[in-house]
C-alpha cells in the first residue's frame, strides 16, 4: 500500500532538473514533474508551452491560404516568365529529387534542370509534362534487365544513372526550338512549327531509347541495319523486330501525349511518328558506317544523339512545311 501512495503522488522519479531544462529555463518554469505532482502547477505549465509553441498571429489560416493562393498564381503565370519557369521547376525537381536521382547523374539533374526551365518558359507546363513523360518512360526501359544487359557489356554506364552529356544530346533539338519560341523567331506564323518540331525530337529520342533498351533486353535476333548480317545485341547500328515495333508504339505514345496536352493535332501526330521512324533508320546507318570509326572518333554516341534527333525535328518541320504549302 506504501508504494502505491508513492506512486500516487511521484508519478515519475526525481532526475535532475539540470538534464530536463537549462538553468535559466527552469528558473521561469519549474518543471511539474519534479518532486511530489502538484495538480494546480500542470495546467498553468502547459498554458505557458501552449503560448510558446502556438504560431504567431500573422500566420494565421487566412494568411497562409493567401500565401498558397499567390504561390498557386505565381506558378501558373500565363504566358510563363523566366521568374516562374525557375520557380516551378525547383519545386517539381525538389518533389520529384528521387525520381530523378534514379534516373541521372548529380550533373545530368543540373543539365535537365536547364532544360525545364526552357521547356517551361516556352511551352509552359504542357511541354514539361511532355518531357517528363519522355524522362519516365526512359528511365524505365533503362533500368529493364539491367543485370543481363551488365553481363554482355551492353548496360548504359551507372546503372542507367545518364550524365549532362546524354540530357544535352538527347535534349539538343529542343532547347533550339524552345529558344526559337521564346525569342519569337518567324513570329507567330512559325510559333506552331517550333512547338511541332519540340514534339517531334522527344518522340525521336525516346523511339530510339526504347527501340534500343528493348532490342538489348529482349531482342531474340538482332541485324546490321547495313548489310543485314546477324550481329550481337548492342552493336552499333544493329536493329530487332522487338526493339523496332517497341520503338514505334514509343513514339505514338509521345506524340498522343503532345496531342492531349495541345501541343500538335491530331495530323501532326502522324507527322512526329513518321519523322521519328526515319530519323532513327537514319541514326542506325550513322552509327553501322561512321560512329567512332576512323576519321569520326569524335562521332560518340551523344553525337549521334545530336544528329539524330536534329533531323527528326526538320523533317517534322519540312512535312509540316509542305502540307501548309500543298493547302495554299
Partial sequence: ????????????????????????????????????????????????????????????????????????????????????????????????????????????????????????????APGFLLVATYFVVGTAVTKLKMAQKESLGVAEKRMGRRGPGSVIGSSAAACACALLSIYNIGGSAYSEIWRLAFVASFCTKLSDTVSSEIGKAYGTTTYLVTTLKVVPRGTEGAVSVEGTFAG???????????????????????????????????ESFIGALFQEKAGFQWLNNDAVNVLNISIGSILAVLMQLLILKGWH
Avoid at 508519478?11 to 527552469?26: G, M
Avoid at 502538484?38 to 509553441?53: A, C, E
Avoid at 505514345?253 to 496531342?259: E, F, M
Fill in 248 to 282: 514505334l508504339l514509343a513514339s505514338i505514345l509521345l506524340a498522343a501525349v503532345g496531342y492531349f496536352m495541345g501541343e500538335v493535332d491530331a495530323s501532326q501526330i502522324a507527322i512526329c511518328v513518321l519523322a521519328s521512324q526515319l530519323a532513327n533508320l537514319g
Fill in 1 to 124: 500500500m506504501a508504494a502505491v501512495a508513492a506512486l500516487s503522488f511521484t508519478p515519475f522519479p526525481k532526475i535532475s532538473q539540470s538534464l530536463l531544462l537549462s538553468r535559466r529555463t527552469a528558473a521561469r518554469f519549474p518543471s511539474p514533474f519534479v518532486g511530489p505532482l502538484n495538480p494546480t502547477v500542470v495546467p498553468k505549465y502547459l498554458s505557458r508551452v501552449s503560448g510558446i509553441v502556438s504560431l504567431p498571429k500573422a500566420f494565421s489560416s487566412t494568411d497562409l491560404s493567401g500565401f498558397q493562393e499567390n504561390a498557386l498564381d505565381f506558378l501558373r503565370a500565363s504566358p510563363a516568365t523566366w521568374n516562374s519557369s525557375i520557380a516551378s521547376n525547383l519545386l517539381i525537381f525538389t518533389i520529384g529529387s528521387p525520381l530523378l536521382f534514379a534516373g541521372l547523374s548529380e550533373l545530368g539533374i543540373g543539365s535537365a534542370f536547364l532544360l525545364g526551365v526552357l521547356t517551361w518558359r516556352a511551352f509552359e
